[in-house]
């Protein structure tokens, strides 16, 4: 027989690998393989899944009652160890006094060989299943081997049949499932894809057989679930390939397994390179903003001195600018004070001369024009006696106009 092995697993959406309470483990020695989903609100349940399943595979002789026994010793071990430091936090304290357990579903298979015949068998419990699928598959839901310890009709919810870490308050019945090996496929996963692969079949077969290594998984695991086909869970699975060479040993040709605790190691080395890039970054820009402060405070502080400086410059200079200004005035009145006065002088002698010729010219001209206006009146008043006859000596002439005194006519004018 000759076996290839493929293994992939990650966190939630949004969740560090750290998070993350699905488990899986081989042993090629042992010929025995386990998958195991830690329930996520119980006590320290990844730490539960985790030593469920390599204790699982690394046990030679298996006893189950003694098998749970070794796994709950090394679970409180391990708590114990954690609730001790002294940076616990107070509600994990509380838990563990008030004995809380851890609670885990689980899948284990094995191949044995009896006599010249090599068989499997597997036991599961919870809603982690083990698909097998033969080589030459014609009707899937024929014959395809699922098991679970779900019943039909099988519905993913969350409460599932599990293991505790304490006691033996156990939940659910253990499945178990024996046959001779044929060439075929195992899938052992945990729910959130053995309620994908019992959806999609035949098409989930196809779309795993294309996975190289962990980048193609995270990547399908992605896709799924942005088209919303894939629940947003820890996923977690095994491929166990087997095929027919005739011969009488198992033979590994192939491993492809992704170790959870490597995941987390590469992760946290990300986040702590990413973190100090992200604090040298905001180093230099503190730096470059206090630089950039620095310069606007020198260029603000400069013409505030050079203003200051001027200021008392200005006071300083104030008494002489005054005096100056004062002086200047002074000197404009010496300057131009007289001239001013002089053609204000002159130009009052000249307005008196003028109204002295006026009042000289005044009289004569009124002269003229009376004289003027009494020969006009005169000629008007010939021409009007020659028109109207002669009327008798003594009579008054009715008609004869007075002249218009002087002042009303040079009054009009003025």
Same mark, same amino acid.
């Given at each position: 027989?000759?076996?290839?092995?493929?293994?992939?697993?990650?966190?939630k959406?949004?969740?560090?690998?750290?998070?993350?309470?699905?488990?899986?483990?081989?042993?090629?020695? *042992?010929?025995?393989? =386990?998958?195991?989903?830690?329930?996520?609100?119980?006590f320290?349940?990844?730490?539960?899944?985790?030593?469920?399943?390599?204790?699982?595979?690394?046990?030679?002789?298996?006893?189950?009652? *003694?098998?749970?026994?070794?796994?709950?010793?090394d679970?409180?071990?391990?708590?114990? !160890?954690?609730?001790?430091?002294?940076?616990?936090?107070?509600?994990?304290?509380? =838990?563990?006094?008030?004995?809380?357990?851890?609670l885990?579903?689980?899948?284990?298979?094995?191949?044995?060989?009896?006599?010249? !015949?090599?068989?499997?068998?597997a036991? =599961?419990?919870?809603?982690?299943?083990?698909?097998?699928?033969p080589?030459?598959?014609?009707?899937f839901?024929?014959?395809?081997i699922?098991?679970?310890?779900?019943?039909?009709p099988?519905?993913?919810?969350?409460?599932?049949?599990?293991?505790?870490?304490l006691g033996s308050?156990?939940?659910?019945?253990?499945?178990?499932?024996?046959?001779?090996?044929?060439?075929?496929?195992?899938?052992?996963?945990t729910?959130?894809?053995?309620?994908?692969?019992?959806?999609?079949?035949?098409?989930?077969?196809?779309?795993?057989?294309?996975?190289?290594?962990?980048?193609?998984?995270?990547?399908?695991?992605?896709?799924?679930?942005?088209?919303?086909?894939?629940?947003?869970?820890?996923?977690?699975?095994?491929?166990?390939?087997?095929?027919?060479?005739?011969?009488?040993?198992?033979?590994?040709v192939?491993?492809?397994?992704?170790?959870?605790?490597?995941?987390?190691m590469? #992760?946290?080395k990300?986040?702590?390179?990413?973190?100090?890039?992200?604090?040298?970054?905001?180093?230099?820009?503190?730096?470059?903003t206090?630089?950039?402060i620095?310069?606007?405070?020198?260029?603000?502080?400069?013409?505030?001195e050079?203003?200051?400086?001027? !200021?008392?410059?200005t006071?300083?200079?104030?008494?002489?600018?005054?005096?100056?200004?004062?002086?200047?005035?002074?000197?404009?009145?010496?300057?131009?004070?007289?001239?001013?006065?002089? *053609?204000?002088?002159?130009?009052?002698?000249?307005?008196?001369?003028?109204?002295?010729?006026?009042?000289?010219?005044?009289?004569?001209?009124?002269?003229?024009?009376n004289?003027?206006?009494?020969?006009?009146?005169?000629?008007?008043?010939?021409? !009007?006696? #020659?028109?109207?006859?002669?009327?008798?000596?003594?009579?008054?002439?009715?008609?004869?106009?007075?002249?218009?005194?002087p002042?009303?006519?040079?009054?009009?004018?003025?």
């Open positions: 027989m000759q076996i290839s092995i493929k293994g992939y697993i990650t966190s959406e949004s969740e560090l690998f750290y998070d993350c309470a699905d488990r899986f483990a081989y042993n090629k020695s *042992q010929n025995k393989f =386990a998958i195991s989903d830690g329930v996520s609100k119980s320290f349940p990844k730490i539960w899944a985790d030593v469920l399943v390599n204790k699982w595979v690394d046990s030679k002789e298996f006893d189950e009652a *003694q098998f749970i026994l070794d796994c709950q010793k679970w409180l071990k391990q708590v114990t !160890e954690i609730v001790n430091k002294p940076d616990v936090k107070w509600f994990t304290k509380n =838990a563990f006094n008030r004995k809380e357990s851890g885990a579903t689980f899948v284990g298979l094995r191949f044995y060989k009896k006599k010249k !015949e090599w068989f499997w068998k036991n =599961a419990l919870g809603d982690s299943f083990l698909f097998f699928v080589k030459e598959i014609k009707d839901s024929k014959e395809c699922v098991l679970s310890s779900k019943q039909e099988i519905v993913f919810d969350n409460f599932p049949d599990y293991l505790s870490s308050n156990h939940k659910g019945k253990k499945q178990l499932k024996e046959n001779p090996m044929t060439a075929g496929t195992f899938y052992l996963m729910d959130a894809l053995a309620e994908w692969f019992l959806n999609e079949k035949d098409n989930a077969i196809s779309k795993i057989d294309v996975w190289q290594n962990q980048k193609d998984f995270e990547r399908f695991v992605d896709e799924e679930r942005h088209n919303e086909k894939l629940g947003n869970d820890d996923s977690a699975i095994l491929t166990i390939k087997v095929e027919e060479d005739k011969k009488d040993q198992i033979k590994y192939l491993e492809e397994i992704s170790d959870i605790n490597e995941l987390i590469v #992760q946290q990300e986040i702590e390179v990413f973190e100090k890039a992200k604090e040298q970054e905001l180093t230099l820009q503190k730096e470059n206090n630089s950039e620095s310069k606007e405070q020198i260029q603000q502080a400069e013409p505030v050079n203003k200051l400086s001027e !200021e008392v410059e006071e300083k200079e104030k008494p002489k600018k005054g005096m100056l200004e004062i002086g200047i005035e002074k000197g404009k009145e010496l300057l131009f004070g007289k001239k001013e006065k002089e *053609q204000s002088d002159e130009q009052k002698v000249t307005d008196e001369q003028v109204e002295k010729h006026q009042e000289e010219k005044e009289p004569s001209t009124q002269d003229e024009e004289k003027t206006e009494i020969e006009k009146s005169e000629d008007s008043e010939k021409k !009007e006696s #020659q028109k109207i006859e002669p009327k008798s000596k003594g009579e008054p002439e009715s008609n004869a106009k007075t002249p218009n005194k002042s009303q006519n040079i009054t009009d004018k003025f």
